[in-house]
């Protein structure tokens, strides 16, 4: 029997078949990986990362990003990356608003802004501003990744009259100027939503307390004239800002437009680069204002991974050539490529600029600001009743009434002439059977400011006067609004140290209510903003009231800190309107 044999040559063909289907095999899985990896439809399930961030470094940022995701693609992993321009005021005031809180002079969020998962703000001020209302908002440990000072800057004509640029000009010198010489106009970006207004505010306001040389009277007058003069020549925006500087190189055009005003290198050097017909100089002035830094905030836990891989991207020499040709430093102070540094600039900054100062002086000043320029129109209520001769030990036993007329005259020292203001005392029986009595009804500051002053000087409490306060603040409604202004917060402000006590009678809690609400004309907002000095006040009641009709209640347990409260009670009217 014949074996059966293979045909000869068979397993060979077999074999270089097999190897020829593995060899295409091998070919199209290796077309395959590559297809998968670069065409588009592989990234559709891309991992996703946002990035808020200011208009100033958001075209190095759109730029660095792009490449970081190419990058990360090239190694199999697709990151679709978007980054979009967002207002540091208006990110910080939906993150203040998750704590149903507000910044001063921010207000709430708009309902348009985006909460990205990454925020890259101009400045850590930000940061500090709201952690001071929502500390779980923003964790701490950002990371700078640029760096622009906050300089002075002048027109050079007028920077050659300081001295510059051999002389280091300080603030100093500037506010020294302002004070003597009406040609020295001084403008600020609105600093309660602008980091470099802010930040020149700060420095401007610190060297001004100084300038009074140990004198608290002194120096309050010339921090109060440098508010002024930085109040009178704000803008809204920095854009508006700009525009105010010569625009012509002629002396007429140089004497009428803005000399000096705080902005950041960058905008300088931006400004520069159209060729104006009047270059501005960028004073590196003494002391240095808090410099942008601009933090990179992770604010999404899920894609904190994703977040700091870019960021190590963000601390290559790459991105610091990206930043110099947008105008901004590095994180430490050294410029990258194609940085036009400033005349007499500085070649490299330190990374360890001045420390930031803490919440409570940033928000005080922003009250002192807010009480500046937000126009009004007021009638200032105070006690008299017999309670208010009471000594304060914290206030080195002055009675409660010499604090709160000290309050006062502090407050309306800040109030520039634009202002309207009447002040009225209360106490029962004040005026026949009045509980209240007009010392100076509501007028212009420009006009009787002198005479507010000096009524002011004669006020004296009733030694056995009750407290008439419901009458009281029903009267007054009733004169604001008989008066009332528009383009103006028309508002009442009550300082009384003791509940509603009225031995006539008169209205009672519900009764007071009612009719407020009857006389309330929506076209017509009046404010009632209610301060309680001490520990006795009728603090629910009152609360009662400035909810119903809108306003605000504020109580200084200990008296002789009712300066302070007045001054945020008068700083939040704007924001007070916008609640109600």
């Avoid at 899920?302 to 700091?308: E, G, I, L, P, Y």
């Avoid at 400033?342 to 930031?356: D, E, H």
């Avoid at 004040?430 to 500051?445: A, C, S």
Wanted: aromatic share 4%; glycine share 10%; with cysteine.
């Amino acid at each position: 029997m014949k074996g059966r044999h293979r045909p000869a040559g068979s397993s060979g063909g077999a074999l270089k078949l097999g190897a020829a289907a593995v060899a295409v095999l091998v070919v199209l899985a290796g077309s395959w990986y590559a297809f998968n990896k670069y065409s588009k439809p592989a990234c559709g399930n891309a991992a996703k990362l946002s990035i808020g961030a200011t208009a100033d470094i958001s075209p190095a940022l759109k730029l660095q990003a792009a490449e970081w995701s190419e990058q990360a693609k090239d190694n199999g992993n697709c990151v679709d990356i978007e980054v979009f321009d967002e207002d540091p005021a208006d990110v910080a005031a939906a993150l203040a608003g998750k704590a149903d809180k507000s910044l001063t002079g921010v207000g709430q969020a708009n309902g348009k802004t985006r909460i990205p998962d990454v925020w890259v703000a101009d400045s850590s001020l930000w940061l500090q501003r709201i952690r001071a209302v929502n500390p779980d908002s923003v964790k701490a440990g950002a990371h700078s990744i640029a760096l622009s000072p906050v300089v002075l800057a002048m027109p050079e004509p007028a920077a050659t009259k300081f001295g510059w640029p051999q002389k280091n000009i300080t603030y100093a010198d500037l506010i020294a100027s302002v004070a003597t010489n009406q040609g020295t106009k001084i403008g600020i970006t609105e600093p309660s939503r602008d980091a470099t207004g802010l930040a020149g505010l700060l420095t401007l306001a610190s060297v001004a307390k100084q300038a009074g040389g140990g004198n608290a009277t002194q120096a309050t007058q010339v921090a109060t004239t440098a508010l002024r003069a930085l109040a009178a020549g704000r803008s809204s925006v920095r854009s508006d800002l700009i525009q105010k500087f010569p625009r012509g190189s002629d002396q007429q055009a140089i004497s009428t437009s803005l000399t000096v005003a705080p902005l950041s290198e960058q905008a300088i050097i931006q400004y520069n680069g159209q060729q104006p017909p009047v270059r501005l100089a960028a004073i590196y002035a003494e002391p240095a204002a808090p410099p942008l830094d601009y933090p990179y905030v992770v604010l999404s836990a899920d894609k904190a991974s994703m977040a700091d891989e870019l960021l190590k991207s963000l601390q290559t020499q790459d991105f610091r050539d990206k930043l110099g040709a947008v105008g901004l430093r590095g994180a430490d102070g050294a410029p990258g490529k194609g940085f036009q540094t400033p005349a007499n600039a500085p070649g490299a900054l330190a990374a360890a600029a001045p420390q930031l100062p803490d919440a409570v002086t940033v928000e005080t000043l922003l009250q002192q600001w807010q009480a500046i320029t937000l126009p009004a129109r007021m009638l200032a209520v105070l006690d008299v009743s017999g309670s208010m001769l009471e000594p304060v030990p914290t206030a080195g036993n002055a009675t409660r009434m010499q604090v709160t007329l000290e309050a006062a005259r502090k407050g309306m020292a800040l109030f520039d002439d634009s202002w309207s203001l009447g002040v009225w005392t209360f106490s029962t029986l004040l005026d026949g059977q009045k509980d209240y009595k007009q010392l100076v009804p509501i007028g212009p500051l420009v006009s009787q400011r002198a005479q507010l002053l000096q009524a002011l000087g004669t006020v004296q409490p009733k030694r056995n006067g009750d407290t008439g306060l419901y009458d009281t603040i029903l009267a007054a409604y009733k004169a604001v609004q008989n008066g009332y202004e528009s383009g103006r917060v028309n508002s009442i402000i009550v300082m009384t140290d003791g509940e509603n006590d009225d031995p006539a009678g008169g209205l009672k809690l519900e009764e007071l209510i009612a009719q407020l609400k009857a006389a309330a004309d929506p076209a017509k907002p009046i404010q009632i903003i209610l301060i309680g000095i001490g520990d006795k006040v009728g603090e629910a009641a009152m609360r009662q009231i400035t909810d119903a009709v809108g306003g605000g209640t504020f109580v200084a347990p200990d008296p002789s800190k009712i300066g302070d409260i007045f001054l945020q009670a008068i700083s939040l009217r704007g924001q007070l309107a916008q609640k109600k």
